[in-house]
C-alpha cells in the first residue's frame, strides 16, 4: 500500500510508468494468504518489480514505447516476466522507454516524457529511463530493463541506481522485442547491489524459447551475500582493477572524472590494486555499433507491417497498408534507423559498412578479453556526464549518440558489467548522480556484484 501511494504521489510528476496494474494489492494478498497457509513462496515473494514495456506481457498492454503496437496486448509473458512471476513477484507496472529502445533520454517514446527524480528538468536516461526513475523513486523495489548499447547502465548512472547488464546469453531474450537480437540482453535495476543481485537470479538461465541462452550454470547471486558479513576486512586484497585510460579522456566531463578516481582510490583502500589499461580500439566502439545496430532493427522492425501486430492504416493496396501503417506508426528515430540500416546492408554498402563494423566488433572484443586477462575487473564512467536537460540533445542526434560511449563496447564484446552509484556533480537542488562502470569477463556477474556490494 505505502508503494503504491507512493506511486501516485510521484507519477504526475516523474511519468515513468505506461501502464500501472490494478491487482497488485490483490496479488499481495493472496501471496499473504499463501504464507499464513504455510505454502511455499518463492525468492520474490511480494517484491514489488517495474517491468519495461518492451518485454511482453500477457495481462497488460505492451507496446515498447511504440504508437505502432498502441494497444497491443501479447498473448504470453517473456521468459524473465514469467520467472519473476513463478517466483511471487508482483509487477507493479509497464515502464516509460524510447520507441523499441532505441534512444538515450527517453524522450524517444511515442507517449510522454519521463523525468529525472533527482531534478524533473532532466531526463532520466534511457532507454529504460521509466525503470530507472521508479526504482529511484521508490515506485516499486526492483524493475526490469533491456540493454542493447548502455540502456540499462546510463539510466541506472543518470537516476543513481544499481543497474546490471548480464552476459549475453545469461537471460532468456524469448518476449523481449527485438532491437539487435546480437546485442540485447534483459538487465536489472535495484537501489542496492544486493536486490539488483536477487533479481539476476531470479531471472537467469538456459530456456529452451531462446536458442542463445547458456547452459551454464547459474550461481546463487542472490544468497551468496549472507556470508558478506564475514569477509575479512580487507576483502578484495589482491584484485587487480583495469581503469579504462580511453574513458577519462577529452569529453568526458570533469566532476564525472573526479569521482571516478575516488572510486578507484576507495577501491585501493579496500586492497585491490588499481591500474590504467589502454583499450586502443575504444572510440571505434561508437560507429561500431551504430551500424550493427541499425542494421539489425532494419530487419527486425519489418515485423511490423500493420497486418501481424498493433497498428493498422487500411487501404486499398497491400502496399500502402504496409506503407501507410508503418509511416504512422513509427516515430522519427526509428524510421532513420531503419533508413541507415537498409542503406548499410544494401549491396554495394555492406562491405564498406557492415561487414567493416564486424570485423571491428571482433578486434573489440579481443582487446576487452586480452585487458580482462590482466585484471580482474575494467572500471570506467557509466557515462561521460551527469543526467541531460530534456530536450537538451533531443534535435541532435550525433550527439545523442556520442554520449553512448562508455557502454556500447561492452555489449559489442557481449560481457556482463555493473553500475553504481559513486558520487554527485553539482546540477539541480541536490547534486546529480554518477555511475561508476564495472566490467567483468563473461558468465562473471557473480564476482561483479560481490565486488560492488563490499565497494557499495
Ligand atoms: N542509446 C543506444 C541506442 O539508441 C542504446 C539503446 C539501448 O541500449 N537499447 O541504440
Redesign the pocket.
Known amino acids: 500500500e505505502s508503494y503504491l501511494a507512493r506511486l501516485r504521489l510521484t507519477e504526475p510528476q516523474l511519468n515513468s510508468f505506461l501502464h500501472v496494474s490494478d491487482s497488485v494489492l490483490r496479488e499481495a494478498q493472496d501471496l499473504d494468504r499463501r504464507i499464513a497457509s504455510n505454502e511455499e513462496v518463492g525468492l520474490l515473494a511480494g517484491v514489488l518489480v517495474g517491468v519495461k514495456d518492451n518485454l511482453c506481457t500477457a495481462d497488460m498492454p505492451s507496446t515498447g514505447g511504440s504508437r505502432i503496437l498502441e494497444g497491443y496486448q501479447p498473448p504470453f509473458d517473456a521468459t524473465a516476466v514469467k520467472r519473476v512471476k513463478d517466483l511471487g513477484g508482483i509487477v507493479v507496472g509497464k515502464t516509460n522507454m524510447?520507441e523499441f529502445?532505441?534512444?538515450?533520454t527517453t524522450e524517444g517514446s511515442a507517449f510522454q516524457v519521463t523525468a529525472n527524480p533527482w531534478d524533473i528538468s532532466r531526463v532520466p536516461g534511457?532507454?529504460s529511463g521509466g525503470s530507472a526513475a521508479a526504482v529511484s523513486a521508490r515506485q516499486c523495489m526492483v524493475s526490469l530493463g533491456?540493454?542493447?548499447?548502455?540502456?540499462v547502465r546510463q539510466p541506472a548512472s543518470f537516476c543513481g541506481v544499481v543497474g546490471l547488464k548480464p552476459t549475453y546469453g545469461r537471460v532468456s531474450r524469448f518476449g523481449l522485442m527485438a532491437?539487435a537480437s546480437s546485442l540485447d540482453v534483459v538487465g536489472c535495476f535495484g537501489s542496492s547491489v544486493v536486490d539488483t543481485g536477487i533479481l539476476l537470479h531470479a531471472i537467469s538461465g538456459h530456456d529452451r524459447f531462446d536458442a542463445t541462452t547458456s547452459k551454464q550454470d547459474v550461481p546463487d547471486f542472490g544468497s551468496h551475500f549472507v556470508s558478506a558479513t564475514s569477509w575479512e576486512s580487507k576483502p578484495l586484497k589482491g584484485l587487480r582493477i583495469g581503469l579504462i585510460r580511453e574513458t577519462l579522456e577529452d569529453g568526458v566531463e570533469s566532476g564525472v572524472v573526479s569521482a571516478i578516481r575516488a572510486a578507484a582510490l576507495h577501491f585501493e583502500e579496500l586492497g585491490c590494486t588499481v591500474n590504467e589499461v589502454s583499450l586502443p580500439s575504444f572510440s571505434l566502439g561508437l560507429p561500431a555499433y551504430y551500424i550493427l545496430?541499425s542494421s539489425e532493427s532494419s530487419s527486425n522492425l519489418s515485423r511490423y507491417d500493420g497486418i501481424r501486430y498493433g497498428k493498422q492504416v487500411f487501404a486499398d493496396e497491400l502496399s500502402s497498408l504496409y506503407g501507410d501503417s508503418r509511416a504512422e506508426g513509427f516515430g522519427s528515430e526509428v524510421k532513420m534507423r531503419i533508413l541507415m540500416g537498409t542503406y548499410a546492408l544494401s549491396a554495394g554498402y555492406y562491405d564498406a559498412y557492415y561487414k567493416r563494423a564486424q570485423q571491428v566488433r571482433t578486434i573489440i572484443r579481443n582487446s576487452f578479453k586480452e585487458a580482462l586477462n590482466q585484471n580482474d575487473v575494467l572500471i570506467s564512467p557509466a557515462a561521460p556526464s551527469p543526467a541531460y536537460k530534456i530536450g537538451e540533445k533531443k534535435n541532435d542526434p550525433l550527439a545523442m549518440y556520442a554520449g553512448?560511449i562508455m557502454t556500447v563496447n561492452v555489449n559489442l564484446a557481449g560481457l556482463p558489467a555493473l553500475v553504481l552509484p559513486c558520487g554527485f556533480v553539482e546540477g539541480g537542488s541536490t547534486g546529480l548522480p554518477v555511475g561508476l562502470q564495472m566490467i567483468g569477463s563473461a558468465f562473471c556477474e557473480g564476482e561483479l556484484l560481490r565486488v560492488g556490494h563490499i565497494f557499495e
Open positions: 524510447d529502445g532505441m534512444g538515450s534511457g532507454s533491456s540493454d542493447t548499447g548502455g540502456s532491437y545496430a553512448d
